[in-house]
Structures are given as C-alpha cells and as structure tokens.
C-alpha cells in the first residue's frame, strides 16, 4: 500500500520522459541530412503524342492603303471617319486646290500664247516660201543675184525651223495643262478598294506633303495573325498546318485559322521564327488591328511511341537522361528524346522501356547515393 | 565502539584574540558513560551551542582533552585527521527538529549514514528497518518524511542518530517542539536505546517537563561546567 | 548508495520539467539561430547550384547578378558560346518584385530563362509537380514557398502567367521564393513601365522635332519601337565542357570578351561573403547573447534550487557526507536540467520553430553536438555559483543557536 504514492510518480515521469525521448529521437534520425528523399515516380507509358507549336503574334491586316495626295497641299475635306466601310471608286476627301485653278488659267493663257506663237510662226514661214519662190523665178528671169535668192531661201529655212519649233512648244504647254489637270483629278482621294477607314491621319485644314497619307484603309478581309515563334520551338512549322488563334482579349475562346506561310525572313536580333496565320472565318466583330494573340499550331499527331513527362528529364554532365528506379535502387539512364507536345509529355526514343520507372518528381536533387523514399505526392504540395 | 563513553577534560573555547576575545568555553569537564542519558542545561549565552559544537567535532576548540571511547580525539589539537568520518561513524546527531532530507523516503534518510560510510544498500536499509522496529515506527518505512507526524518524524531523526551505532549521541533540544506526553515519550525512547545500544547521550534542552527525568544534569554557566544530581524521575 | 541527485530530481519532477521545458525553449531558440545562419548560407549555395552553371558572365566590373545589378545585351551569349571548353552558353535574368495573386502579392525573385529544355543553365534542375515550360509565353514555374499552387493565374507587370510546374528550395539568396518565367516576357517585364508613363514618353518623343519629322514618315514609328524593347539580361550562365577547367575558361573569356567572369568559388565567396555577411554577424550576436542568458538562467535557476536545500545540506555535511558528494548533487541536477532542456530544446526547434520561421532553417547534426556539448558546459559552469554557496554553508548552523 505505501508503495503506490511513489510509484505513481515514477509512472508519472516515465509518461512524460519516454515520449519526449521518442520523440528526440525521430527527430535525430528523420530530418536533417539523414532522411531519405521523398520522390514521386512516373511510368512509361505507350500512348500518343500531339504535338503543337505555340507562339505569340499580332493582328495585322495584309494590305493597308495610304491614301494621300501626290503634292504638297491643305486638306480641304474628309468625307469618311474612321470604321467607315467604303467602296472601291469612292471619294474619301479632297485636297484644297490653293493655286491650282490659277495655275490652270496662267497655263491655259501660256497655250493660247503658244497658240499664237505657232500661227506667227506658219505665217511667216509661207511668206518666207512665197518669197524663195518669187525670187527663184526672178532668177530664172535674170531679174535679180543668185546672192538675194540663196537669201531668200535662207529666210525660208529659218522660218521653217522656227515653226516647228513653235509646234513643240505649244505641244509642250499643252503637255503641262494636262498635267495640271490630271492633279486637279487627283485633289480627290479616292478609295482603290473595297475596304475599311482604319485612321484619318490629317484633319481638313492641315498641310500635307507629298506622299503623306492623309486616309487609312485597309481590306478587313484580309486580316492576318504575324506569329513569332522562338527557333528551338519552331521544328515542324509549315504552311497549311490548322492553328488554334486565341485573342488577347477574349482569352478562352479558340478560333480555327491555318499557317499561311513561313517567313524566309526570321528575327536575327529575337531570335524568332515569323510566319503568317489566317483566320478560317474573320471574326465577328473585327478584332483590332495590333491586338495580341496566341497561336498555337497543331503538328501531325505521332502515333503510340513510349513517353515521358519532362518532369523527369535531367541534364547532369552533360547527358540528357532520367532516374530510373528498378527494385528500389536508383540509376541515371541517358535517353535520347524525340518530340515534346505542350502539355509536358516527350517521346523517349533510346534508353527506356515501356513499364519502366522513373523520378518524376524529388524532394531534393538526386545522385547516385541518395536514399529515396516513394510517396504519392510530395510533402507540402497540396494535390 | 567501546563502552567507555565521552570523557571531556578541562575544555576552553575561545574566539577572536587580543581586546576582543570572548572566553565561550572557560572550563569544561564532563563525563558520560555508555548507556546514560545526561542533561546539558544552560542560560542563552552560556557557551551551551558552543560546548555542543566541540562535541560535534564541528568546531575546533582552543585547549584540552576529548576522549571518545578509548580514543582521545583532541587534546590540544585534533588527533584524528578526518573529522567528517569520526562525525559519520562515531556521532550521532539528534536536532531540534527532525531535519529529514525530503526527497529521500524515510528508511533512506536513516540508511544514507551507513551508505556513506561504505556500507552496500541493503545492508544499510535492513539496519534501518531494524531500527525503526525498536522505535515502533515500521509501519511508516516507505513513507516520505512531509507524510509523518510530528512525533513519527523525530523518532526517524533519532533512529538516524543511531543508525551507525555511534558511542555518543549529541541531542540538541530534542523535545522543544513536543507536547508533555511527546516529549516523555522521546525521552523514554532516548533511554531505551542508550541501554540497548550502550550509547552515551547527551541531551541539550531547557524543556522543564523532561528535565526531571534525567539522573545527572550538568549546568554550564559563564563557559564552567557543574554536575549536579537530577531528580530521575521516571517517564509517566 | 544511492543517487542525491536522482533522488530530489524524482521527487520535484514537476517542477524540474516545467523549468527545463522553459530553459529547452530557450535553448531552441538558440539552435534555430544557429539554423537560420545556416540556412541562409544554404540558401546561397542552393542559389548557386540550381543554376545549374559553372560560370558567371556579367557586366564589366560588377559583382552581379545576384549581389550588384549587371547589365548585358542579349547577343552576348552568341560570341561566348562559340568559345573554346563552352558547353552552353544561356541568358538569363533576375527581378526581385512582388507577384500577384487573386488576394494579395508575394516577393519573388522573377528569373528569365532561356527558351531550351531541361538541362538549360538556369532552368529549375528538379519539380514537385507539375511540368517543365513548353510555350514560350505566358507561362511559369514557381517555388512552393510563394504559396502558388499549379493552374494559379499569377500576375507580372500587365500580363498573367499559369503556374504549370512547381519547385521546392529554389530560392533567391534573400530567401525570396523564384519564379520562373520566359526570357522574353522577364525582359519585358523588367524593362516596361506602366500605361501612364509609356504614353507620357510618347507624347515627349512626338514633341521632339528631332524624332517626328513629317518629311521622314516611319521614323517617329521607328524610335518608339526602340525605345520599347528590352536588349538586356542580366548575366550568362556559362556549363563548361567536361575535362576542361572553369577558372581557364573564364580567363580566356575576360581576356577576349572584356567582361567579368565569377566560377562558382568566387560567386559564393560574394554571396556568403559580402552579401550575407552582415545578417551573419547580427547572427552571431544573438546568439552570443542566448547563449549567455541561458547561462544565467540556469546558473539562477540551479542556485536557487540549491539555497532551498541549504538546511539540508548543512545537516548532510554535518552528519558527515563529503564535500564531494554534496558537489555532485548539485552539478548533476545542472546537467539533468540541461538534458531536459536540450532535448526539448531540439525537438521544439525542428518541429515548432523551423517550419513556421519565414526563411529556411537548416539544423545540421554538427550543430546539435555542438550545442549539446555547449549545453552541458554552461550547465557544469553555472554550477559552480551554487557550489560556492553550499560549500561555504557551515554544518554547525544545523546545530541551532
């Protein structure tokens, strides 16, 4: 009876130091440097492949007109704003002709002027005939020198030239009244096709210069995507491949296009394979002109060829390969790959078989001494 | 162990020197034989603590002769080199109160003085229980000292004055806390085991209810022993 | 004979566990500190090795990239590759900057890897879930310590990224989790400012005759587009062949490419030498002072215990017990306090302090041995207080006055 008090409190004191100690020592052995790495392992498995490519881009249209005048001028009016669908042939604005009807007046007066210089000129060339004439048959009659004749007939080839020249030089006054009245055609900017106003770069009143577009246009049946591909992610790309064209603002939402064409010219500077998108249907409502999109371009499936998530790919001296586990003992198999799809799958072509296992994921980095422990999901990564 | 007793001859303390000296002990002469139960009784001040601490071996005094049994172990200096042994194995405290260390049982606090003395712990415990069969406290051997009476607790601390079988007891007060009846009852056992063990005690106390019991009391004054006679009345 | 020590320690247990479950906190804290030196020294190191390089190039005469900032155009990597003992040659770069979530942002350290596969310097060399990037935007692989999960739409700058692949222990030399991203979205990232001050750019550039000529169309076009690209990454990470020696590599680089060139000695001698340094020292301060208030406690502790036995003792010395005897009791209730309290002091510390602690707390064996060797000594020496006093006890004070 008397023994029960003290051993009550021995009882008590091993309750409390024999947890702790146990407890000491799970914490001596399982963490630290002695612990075994957790490791998640991945199968082989035989299944197919659809690669993809993806990349980013912008909206771009194929054709932009820029519709301006051909010499320096004022705006006079626009008749179109910007989103207007026009015709080919329509009258987008006009130029203010300043001086140009003056031009025109000064120009027709210097043709009239030349008009006149050329009758002058044929009249006297015919007296200048009539004259060589009489004086010839004055010749003949003995009336006058053969020096007054060889003048006379000098006077006859003067005057010739100098009609003809007169001819030329109304034909060339005339040849600038045309060109002036071609450019007062031309004060009318007129759409080339059908299309859409896209931007009204100089508002009437202000100066242009030749050359400078005034109007905008562009064909919004023929929007394209400009898609960047980085090079090392471009193998595969060709025209007439069908894409997925995710736009910016409508991120989700997938329209179906195809590869048009592949640049001959790459990005030196990014490094990015270009190439041109189109879209099977033009959305409706026209996205922007300059919005972002991502392309992703479907390359032909591969059939079913032994994969492996690229998780489990690692590069240690140089070899690509895998850690393989075979009855708990860990290796590191050099593999050869083949093509990746976009969701982290890649082909093995050398070094595994299917039903092999690898490292997926591990705790810690791996060598050839670590001790690994199999779990589903490692520690501190909610599934 | 003898049977000759404590023999005290002619005892001086003195402490400090020069003009501050105090003579505690002038002369003290003192002689109990084995089996005997003396009192020591004293005013405060009259060299009562001091002349305890002699005895004990606690302090050195400053001249004369202490023989224990047939060994003297000062005379004008200490003749026995190690004085903590001769505290172990040949004095017995007994103390105003029990002083039972509280983390030990009882039975260990009364076998720690022959463990410390060499003696293997059973051995030492069997001593122990022996004992506490004399001083009719058995039934309470496993029991912490805070779980005792007051009067069970004492007569613990008295079974560890005797424990080592030592030729002289030295009790300090022995009975100050204790009602009448206790202290009679203390008293009675203290003579029991003088003559059981032939042991030599020396009760310090000024205890008017037991005083009467001893047979020989000897009164110190001014640092001077007397012997005087006592009334040995009997334990009632 | 029995054990004093044991004995008293027995029948005061309450106490004394209560009291060395406290002195344990302490002594965790102490061990964390030590952890969290050693973790951030780790942390360092992790940076370095994850990289997956054996060589830094950076900005002439910078200790970039991690400890200074280093600037390098981005055509760099080209004229180092073709270098002898190269293996590969990757830009890459580096942002500390806060990421968004749908609640809140995390710090992160945004890295911008080269487009490439596993094995890539700079790419993450292990996950915990998840994949590697395929696209070559808009996605990223983050640290678990940012709190993402895999499918999380994380913002950066203006544009939102998918966490596709999870890592564990990538982070920045801060403790700053990594995220990684696309070189060209970090590029991107690191260089383009807000909507607000693009368009305030515009307009300066339009208002600068030198720049909109309306006689040169496309130059205006022109110079905004360059002053919108980011030509710049932070440093190239450098795998040399196999067989071929690091340090001899980096020397032919800075000889011929006139850059500075860190192998890996060198960059962690930056990093745990002058980046770390500082937090190291404030470290070894702390604990220092830990070490010497435990000390005091358990020298408090101890010597009180000791002076509520006092009486004891006096009665334990004057019943003969050796001075030896009574030393050890009390040295070896120091110890049994100190066991107590480092055994609670190491489990608090791997299993309370170190996972709650915001950076990374590496406790190494090493450590342990050595702070349980420091234990018993304070312990042995925070006695001695106490010692001193039951020794001094006169045992004629157990003989009353």
């Not at chain 1, 329209?255 to 033009?282: H, N, S, W």
């Not at chain 2, 020197?17 to 005997?36: Q, Y």
């Not at chain 3, 101890?302 to 003792?313: A, Q, S, W």
Request: charged residues 20%; proline residues 5%; hydrophobic residues 45%.
């Amino acid at each position: 009876m008397k023994k029960l008090p003290f051993q009550k409190r021995t009882l008590a004191l091993i309750a409390v130091l024999v947890p702790l100690l146990a407890l000491f020592v799970y914490v001596a052995l399982r963490s630290g440097p002695l612990a075994p790495v957790s490791v998640v392992l991945a199968t082989i498995e035989n299944k197919s492949l659809s690669p993809a490519l993806f990349g980013i881009g912008t909206i771009e249209a194929r054709y932009t007109y820029k519709i301006g005048p051909t010499v320096a001028g004022r705006v006079k009016r626009l008749n179109v704003h910007v989103g207007d669908r026009v015709k080919a042939g329509q009258v987008l604005g006009e130029m203010d002709p300043v001086d140009l009807y003056d031009h025109i007046r000064a120009q027709d007066a210097t043709l009239k002027q030349a008009d006149a210089q050329l009758n002058e000129a044929q009249v006297r060339r015919d007296y200048a005939q009539t004259q060589a004439l009489r004086y010839e048959q004055l010749l003949q009659a003995r009336s006058t020198s053969e020096e007054v004749v060889a003048t006379k007939q000098h006077d006859l080839l003067v005057a010739k030239a100098g009609l003809t020249a007169a001819r030329e030089e109304r034909s060339r006054v005339r040849a600038e009244r045309e060109a002036l009245g071609a450019q007062r055609s031309n004060l009318s900017l007129i759409a080339p096709v059908d299309g859409l106003v896209v931007s009204r770069d100089a508002e009437p009143g202000t100066t242009v210069v030749a050359g400078q577009a005034v109007v905008e246009l562009i064909d919004p049946n023929t929007l394209w995507v400009n898609v960047r591909f980085d090079q090392i992610r471009a193998q595969g790309l060709a025209p007439s491949l069908s894409a997925q064209i995710s736009l910016r603002s409508q991120a989700g939402e997938q329209k179906a296009g195809r590869v048009l064409r592949v640049e001959p010219l790459a990005d030196a500077v990014t490094e990015e394979t270009l190439a041109k998108v189109v879209f099977d249907q033009i959305p409706d409502p026209l996205p922007p002109v300059g919005e972002l999109v991502e392309v992703t371009v479907t390359l032909p499936t591969l059939g079913a060829t032994p994969i492996a998530p690229n998780a489990a790919i690692h590069n240690i001296d140089g070899n690509l390969g895998v850690w393989q586990v075979t009855n708990g003992a860990l290796h590191f198999i050099p593999v050869s790959l083949g093509i990746a799809d976009l969701e982290g799958r890649v082909q093995i072509r050398e070094g595994l078989q299917v039903g092999d296992q690898v490292v997926a994921y591990s705790e810690n980095t791996l060598n050839e001494h670590s001790r690994i422990h199999v779990v589903d999901h490692i520690p501190g990564v909610t599934p | 162990m003898t049977a000759k007793g404590i023999r005290i001859q002619g005892l001086k303390k003195r402490y400090g020197s020069g003009d501050t000296a105090v003579d505690a002990l002038k002369a003290v002469d003192m002689h109990v034989a084995p089996g005997e139960v003396v009192g020591l009784i004293g005013p405060s001040g009259s060299g009562k603590s001091t002349l305890l601490k002699c005895l004990g071996a606690v302090i050195e005094p400053t001249a004369g002769k202490m023989i224990l049994g047939d060994d003297v172990i000062y005379d004008d200096g200490w003749k026995v080199k190690d004085l903590r042994a001769l505290r172990r194995d040949r004095i017995g405290f007994v103390f105003q109160a029990p002083y039972l260390i509280p983390f030990l049982d009882v039975t260990d606090n009364v076998a720690l003085l022959p463990m410390l003395a060499g003696m293997p712990n059973a051995g030492a415990r069997k001593r122990a229980i022996e004992l506490f069969k004399a001083l009719d406290v058995e039934h309470r051997a496993k029991a912490m000292p805070s779980q005792l009476s007051g009067g069970e607790q004492q007569r613990v601390a008295i079974a560890r004055g005797l424990v080592n079988r030592p030729p002289v007891i030295l009790a300090d007060e022995p009975t100050a806390p204790l009602d009448s009846e206790r202290a009679l009852a203390v008293i009675r056992i203290l003579n029991d085991m003088a003559k059981k063990f032939e042991t030599a005690i020396i009760v310090v106390t000024h205890d008017e209810k037991i005083i009467p019991t001893f047979k020989r009391i000897y009164n110190i004054r001014d640092g001077v022993t007397y012997e005087e006679e006592g009334e040995g009345r009997s334990f009632e | 004979m029995i054990s004093l020590a044991g004995r008293d320690i027995m029948h005061s247990w309450g106490k004394f566990v209560f009291t060395g479950m406290g002195l344990g906190l302490l002594i965790g804290i102490t061990l964390s500190m030590a952890g969290i030196y050693r973790g951030m020294v780790d942390d360092a190191k992790v940076l370095l090795d994850n990289s997956g390089a054996d060589l830094w190039v950076v900005q002439k005469d910078t200790l970039g990239p991690y400890a200074e900032s280093s600037s390098l155009y981005d055509d760099l990597w080209r004229g180092i590759r073709g270098m002898g003992g190269v293996e590969q040659a990757a830009n890459i770069t580096y942002l500390t900057m806060q990421v968004g979530k749908q609640e809140g942002d995390v710090r992160a350290m945004v890295t911008g890897i080269t487009p490439g596969g596993p094995g890539t310097p700079g790419w993450p060399p292990h996950l915990v879930a998840g994949r590697q990037m395929t696209r070559s935007h808009y996605e990223a692989v983050a640290d678990i310590a940012s709190g993402f999960k895999l499918g999380d739409r994380i913002q950066i700058r203006r544009t939102q990224y998918t966490v596709v692949g999870l890592t564990r222990r990538m982070v920045s030399s801060n403790g700053d989790p990594m995220v990684f991203i696309p070189l060209k979205d970090a590029q991107e990232a690191q260089f383009l400012k807000d909507n607000d001050a693009i368009r305030g750019q515009r307009r300066r550039t339009a208002e600068n005759p030198a720049f909109n000529r309306p006689d040169v169309p496309g130059l205006f076009d022109a110079v905004i587009a360059s002053q919108t690209t980011n030509p710049y990454v932070n440093a190239v990470l450098v795998q040399v062949e196999a067989g071929h020696d690091p340090e001899e590599v980096a020397e032919s680089i800075r000889r011929w490419k006139r850059l500075t060139v860190y192998t890996r000695s060198q960059m962690e001698e930056i990093l745990v030498g002058k980046l770390i340094a500082t937090s190291a020292r404030q470290i070894f301060m702390f604990l220092v002072i830990l070490s010497i208030v435990s000390s005091a406690i358990v020298a408090f502790i101890i010597y009180t215990l000791t002076l509520g036995k006092i009486r004891e003792i006096a009665v334990l010395k004057l019943i003969g017990t050796r001075n030896r005897t009574i030393v050890g009791l009390i040295m070896q209730q120091s110890i049994a306090l100190g066991l107590i309290g480092f055994v609670v002091g190491k489990i608090s510390a791997t299993l309370l302090m170190a996972p709650i602690f915001p950076k990374y707390v590496l406790l190494q064996p090493l450590d342990s041995v050595m702070g349980f060797m420091a234990v018993v000594m304070i312990c042995v020496l925070s006695s001695i207080i106490a010692i001193r006093a039951a020794l001094r006890v006169d045992p004629a004070e157990a003989i009353g006055g």
